[in-house]
């Protein structure tokens, strides 16, 4: 393995328990949530997601906490 990538997942494990410790085990959901950032779609009409959602069943990074409502 790279150093690189072990570099990458030490971070990326470090988040997690940095995240986990910071919101006490707790979260925020997708009706808790409030982003700081307003984002504008470089498209209109009617899209549909293939991959990814707000909750357990439909997000494909889930166990990823900065991820969930990435």
Known sequence: MKLRFLWQQTQQIAGLIYATI?????LPDK??????VEYSL????KWV???????VETSHSWDIYPQRYA
């Open 42 to 45: 470089p498209f209109s009409g």
């Open 49 to 55: 997601v293939a991959n990814g959602g707000v909750d």
């Open 31 to 36: 009706d808790t949530y409030v982003g700081s």
């Open 22 to 26: 910071r919101y006490n085990d707790k």
